[in-house]
């Protein structure tokens, strides 16, 4: 954010996209994909990466990572499960088949992790999707790794895991092993972490930034979305820029359009006029527009040029 040397280049870095994408495109063709990159939530506090871009049959925050945060076991966050799983090419995932990396912004403190198995909308739900039955956590601290694995009943509700009290760097949680279920969706409702029966407070705002990483049939991109998955904005990945608050989010969509949004209430505020071909914030209330021919304009949150 506080460097043009990524925005000033944007144009190059669309080129440069466009050329990396027909690369991974034979890569993938030839089954290799090393190079790609995990979906992901983020906000200030937090970003959660997952692997479910890398599986068959994936639709992007459908049924989004923000569910798993949301305090509502109608909810779940859901993925089709493959016959065939790809190992997740990308190393923060540590190479598993289906995993959920949690990575805070500073250490935070925990000695266990709860999950709420399965899709707890209700009976017949629970029972028409996958059920996890066991799983590999590691916890990532002092530039040290604690395994620990465990099995887990088939039932809805909660399961706790005791750990080791750690200040992590990140946590990984892998679903090695399943009970099918016949629509072979496989979800977990709720992911909380504690500190003795203190719950850690994610601080998960109403708006963040989703990521569909690479290995996908499109260009990657950055989405802010609302915790129920709904679209507000879109604009190139690594794109999307937080305000130093961490209150506002803004960004330019590939048509040139600037937008700011409001990650408290969720809300699009007035798009800036012009086009645009990147962003930078000033301070909390102002932004900076630059456009292809380097000219800059300040605007403030409340729409005043200056």
């Known amino acids: ?35 790609a990159r995990a979906a992901s939530i983020a906000w200030p506090e937090w970003t959660v990466y997952s692997s479910e871009n890398f599986q068959d049959h994936h639709v992007p925050h459908t049924y989004p990572l923000t569910y798993l945060f949301d305090s509502d076991p109608t909810t779940a966050w859901v993925f089709r499960g493959s016959e065939k799983p790809w190992d997740s090419p990308d190393h923060l995932l540590g190479g598993g088949h289906y995993v959920v990396r949690l990575s805070p912004k500073r250490p935070v403190i925990i000695d266990r992790l709860r999950l709420m198995n399965g899709y707890n909308k209700d009976v017949a739900t629970f029972a028409r999707n996958n059920r996890v039955t066991h799983v590999r ?52 409702s709720e992911l909380a972490l504690f500190d003795g029966m203190h719950r850690i407070d994610m601080h998960v705002p109403r708006a963040v930034v989703y990521s569909d990483g690479e290995g996908e049939q499109f260009l990657p991109e950055d989405i802010v979305m609302t915790r129920k998955g709904d679209t507000i904005a879109t604009t190139l990945e690594d794109s999307a820029v937080w305000s130093p608050s961490g209150r506002y989010i803004a960004g330019v969509a590939t048509s040139g359009v600037a937008w700011i949004v409001d990650s408290r209430d969720g809300h699009l505020l007035p ?36």
Not at 166 to 187: K, W
Request: aromatic fraction near 8%.
């Open 1 to 35: 954010m506080k460097s043009y040397l990524r925005s000033r280049h944007r144009t190059e870095k669309r080129n440069f996209r466009v050329a990396a994408f027909l690369g991974v495109l034979a890569l993938c063709w030839h089954g290799a994909v090393s190079a």
């Open 271 to 306: 798009d800036p006029a012009g086009k645009w071909d990147s962003v930078l914030w000033k301070d909390d209330q102002t932004i900076e527009l630059q456009d292809k021919e380097h000219h800059r304009e300040r605007v403030t949150i409340a729409g005043k040029k200056h």
């Open 137 to 188: 956590i590691t916890l990532l601290a002092n530039g040290q790794r604690f395994v620990k694995e465990v099995d887990l009943t088939d039932r809805a509700g909660w399961h706790t895991v005791r750990l080791p009290r750690r200040a992590i760097t990140g946590i990984l949680v892998e679903m090695t092993a399943f009970v099918p279920g016949p629509d072979n969706n496989i979800c977990l």
